[in-house]
């Protein structure tokens, strides 16, 4: 049985024009750069104020362990899973694990429905 691990707080997806406002020490940052962005997602009590774009009220679930590399689906069965009830869902993937993230009027329908699924949510 796969674990989901709920995470404290609210959360914020962005973009910025560059990271220097980006506070690292807190416990979760996810940053990622292309050629034409630059987006942020973190607690939303620290997003930055110089972001352009903004879109909180976001609420976020860590598949609990580490996850080895050859696991094949585990993204797959969750957001199909979610996508057959109408949620949409916002995915980042860690070298050790995955984070899935739901608008916050989701969040406990996201835990119901996973967790008949199959899924121990904690």
């Given at each position: 049985?796969?674990e989901?691990?709920?995470?404290?707080?609210?959360?914020?997806?962005?973009?910025?024009?560059?990271?220097?406002?980006?506070?690292?020490?807190?416990?979760?940052?996810?940053?990622s750069?292309?050629?034409?962005?630059?987006?942020?997602?973190?607690?939303?009590?620290?997003?930055?104020?110089?972001?352009?774009?903004?879109?909180?009220?976001?609420?976020?679930?860590?598949?609990?362990?580490?996850?080895?590399?050859?696991?094949?689906?585990?993204?797959?069965?969750?957001?199909?899973?979610?996508?057959?009830?109408?949620?949409?869902?916002?995915?980042?993937?860690?070298?050790?694990?995955?984070?899935?993230f739901?608008?916050?009027?989701?969040?406990?329908?996201?835990?119901?429905?996973?967790?008949?699924?199959?899924?121990?949510?904690?």
């Amino acid at each position: 049985m796969m674990e989901l691990k709920r995470l404290e707080g609210d959360f914020t997806v962005c973009k910025i024009e560059n990271i220097v406002q980006v506070d690292f020490t807190r416990e979760y940052v996810f940053l990622s750069k292309t050629d034409d962005e630059i987006s942020l997602l973190c607690e939303t009590k620290y997003a930055p104020q110089c972001a352009t774009v903004s879109e909180h009220g976001w609420k976020g679930f860590r598949v609990s362990g580490i996850l080895d590399f050859g696991m094949i689906g585990v993204i797959s069965k969750i957001a199909g899973i979610l996508a057959d009830a109408k949620i949409s869902v916002f995915v980042i993937s860690t070298y050790n694990t995955d984070y899935i993230f739901v608008k916050a009027p989701n969040y406990d329908q996201t835990a119901q429905v996973l967790a008949s699924n199959g899924y121990k949510v904690v």
